[in-house]
């Protein structure tokens, strides 16, 4: 099989707006919890635990055991209020909505005490029109959050069937559309939290207005064949006419008589001689200033405006001698992929901001990466993320956001298919991504994790989660994502199989799950191995800065608590031995020592998969980045400090 992606721009300055009228709401906030009378300040963005940190109403759950300490937040309901004033000249607009660009996850909204609405999905954006319950002079604002474990045992309940879990004891992160992570994870805490964690913002409009843009193309016989689709809304009956500029120059025109209500446009353009982007090290990475423009005779109402990277790009999965390829091809040439898994850069990812994410794609950089993949337990990441790989040149394999198995419920399926579409439609303007994925270890798991009995699903239970899992992944999801290149799950077989090794992509991890030593990573090299690695310490400094100095020392409870894996030091140890690396006494030596040994045994594998080119074209480290200080299978750790094992990536990246 071979699936084309279109051309894909990258959005760099977001809408710009002429008649349009943006009103930030991201200041004067409060917050308390549901049944209190004391209200604290609150930061927009933020989450709860954040705020509760500023105001000394908990210590940082970074902190020694503390993590432990503060899991009574996620049970608990939580209220936010702003008050803002509205001028007379804002109400006079044709329109007016009230816009929440993320809320995490079950909330309720209420305008002067008026609902709104509710949301059940971090992951979208959600909005509602508001000029009838707007009023001239001063507005309250509120949320509610209802506690997501217990929305979640609710939607469990009613479901009616247990889904696995492994990483959740509560058993609910299945039925909350919400960052995996959050439940727990063998490299992170667990941190359920809440709050308003993205800008909020009044967007006043006349006549009309622009929803979102969304642009392919592909090469052409005299250039490249730029196709731009607007979907806009009219607030009353008119003319308007739509403009489309390249560089600044207006390439394109079209008026239409539109009704009032939703509709779409489609304009297009062929460059000539178009200059084209290339991943980092096979050329350039030239970039168009694009600009939708939407008028009213000569007045400007809205538009949007955006910056292009012109290139063609394939997964191409082919039969072969040898089983199915899997590999990337742009521009018409073959890449091989070289780079790493990436995870949530905080768990509590307001405090990590923008400057984290690009800072992930300067240490890709750094280390002679040319692709990331982003996991499906975390978060789609910030416009920030995607600019910094478009101008890198680092390709994006983006996961969507599904690392546990979804109950097919007609509701859930759409919240879901809602969320990918916005977010895909947002995400697939970079000429960065290359690929979605649907989710993350799920069929593998299905089939060989031991689920059915674990978790008791027999009979018709068992055949509805696996039928719900095929037709989400294999037909719901694929509807959404296109026409951009799309795989349902990766790995695509299971590491422990010879199928493994001879069609589609790889997570091998017979090093550290499955017991087996270094040498085993050069007898299993899959044609894409998109998953591998090995666990180190952070520096005993950087642990220095969140345990304990009474017990900041091998075998105490605060550090063993650092630990998130099931499988505990014990490879590490394991490793160590077969090394001929003598057990170190003291902790500073025990972090030297793990990070010298993840360094080892990442320079055998990496060796291994570049040596196996054309079998194998693509391998991506587990994982470049930390989400909190402790052990983990990073290459930096959690600041952003290099372990010893990023300078081994690098050179062998080098060669």
Request: proline share 5%; with cysteine.
């Amino acid at each position: 099989m071979r699936t084309y992606l279109s051309a894909w721009l990258s959005l760099a300055m977001g809408m710009v707006n002429a008649q349009a009228v943006d009103q930030d709401l991201n200041t004067g906030w409060s917050f308390r919890q549901v049944g209190t009378d004391h209200w604290h300040p609150a930061t927009v963005p933020g989450v709860v635990h954040t705020d509760l940190m500023a105001n000394d109403l908990i210590t940082d759950p970074y902190m020694d055991l503390n993590a432990d300490s503060v899991q009574w937040i996620e049970e608990k309901d939580w209220e936010y209020r702003t008050m803002f004033t509205t001028s007379e000249t804002l109400l006079e607009h044709d329109h007016i909505l009230l816009e929440f660009k993320g809320l995490d996850t079950f909330a309720s909204i209420y305008l002067n005490d008026s609902l709104l609405g509710t949301t059940d999905n971090m992951f979208r954006t959600w909005s509602w029109s508001v000029k009838a319950a707007l009023q001239a002079g001063k507005n309250t604002l509120r949320v509610v959050f209802h506690s997501p474990v217990r929305r979640g045992r609710e939607l469990k309940e009613a479901f009616g069937i247990t889904l696995p879990h492994d990483s959740d004891p509560t058993g609910v992160s299945p039925f909350v559309r919400k960052a995996a992570y959050h439940f727990g994870w063998d490299f992170c805490p667990r941190s359920v939290t809440c709050g308003i964690w993205q800008p909020v913002v009044l967007r006043a409009t006349d006549g009309a207005g622009i929803n979102s843009v969304r642009i392919t193309g592909d090469t052409a016989s005299q250039g490249y064949a730029l196709q731009v689709q607007a979907r806009f809304e009219a607030w009353k009956e008119g003319r308007f006419t739509f403009r489309l500029l390249v560089n600044g120059e207006p390439v394109a025109e079209r008026d239409q008589f539109v009704k009032p209500g939703s509709s779409t446009i489609v304009l297009a353009h062929t460059i000539i001689d178009p200059q084209f982007w290339w991943p980092r090290g096979l050329g350039e990475q030239p970039l168009y200033t694009v600009r939708l423009e939407l008028l009213q005779g000569d007045r400007l109402m809205d538009s949007w405006s955006g910056v292009t990277g012109l290139r063609t790009a394939a997964l191409v999965q082919e039969k072969d001698s040898i089983g199915r390829s899997f590999h990337f091809t742009v521009n018409g040439g073959v890449v091989f992929a070289k780079g790493a898994n990436i995870v949530p850069p905080d768990m509590f990812l307001p405090r990590a901001g923008n400057e984290a994410w690009v800072m992930l794609v300067r240490r890709a950089q750094e280390a002679g990466m040319n692709m990331l993949r982003v996991w499906a337990g975390g978060v789609y990441p910030p416009e920030a993320f995607f600019h910094a790989c478009d101008t890198a040149g680092i390709m994006v394999w983006q996961d969507l956001m599904f690392a546990n198995m979804i109950p097919g419920d007609t509701n859930f399926i759409a919240n879901a298919c809602a969320e990918v579409v916005e977010n895909v439609e947002r995400i697939a303007i970079h000429p960065c991504v290359v690929l979605f994925c649907g989710n993350n270890e799920l069929e593998v798991a299905w089939h060989n994790w031991g689920w059915q009995e674990r978790y008791a699903l027999h009979g018709a239970e068992m055949l509805r989660v696996e039928q719900d899992m095929l037709r989400f992944f294999g037909e719901d999801l694929p509807a959404s994502v296109r026409p951009w290149s799309y795989t349902p799950t990766s790995p695509l077989s299971n590491w422990g199989n010879d199928e493994g090794l001879r069609s589609g992509d790889l997570h091998y991890w017979g090093v550290w799950h499955g017991d087996s030593t270094f040498s085993s990573f050069a007898r299993n090299v899959g044609r894409f191995v998109s998953e591998f690695g090995f666990q180190s310490y952070p520096d005993s400094a950087l642990l220095a800065q969140y345990i304990d100095p009474t017990k900041l020392r091998l075998g105490s409870a605060a550090l063993a608590f650092r630990q998130r894996s099931y499988k505990g030091d014990t490879p590490i140890r394991a490793a160590m031995q077969a090394a001929g690396i003598a057990e170190p006494t003291g902790l500073e030596e025990w972090c030297l020592r793990t990070q010298e040994v993840q360094a080892l045994g990442l320079e055998m594998a990496l060796n291994a998969h570049l040596a196996a080119a054309p079998r194998c074209m693509g391998t991506l480290v587990w994982q470049l980045n930390d989400i909190w200080p402790g052990p983990s299978w990073s290459l930096i750790d959690h600041t952003g400090r290099p372990k010893a094992a990023f300078h081994t990536v690098r050179e062998a990246f080098a060669k």
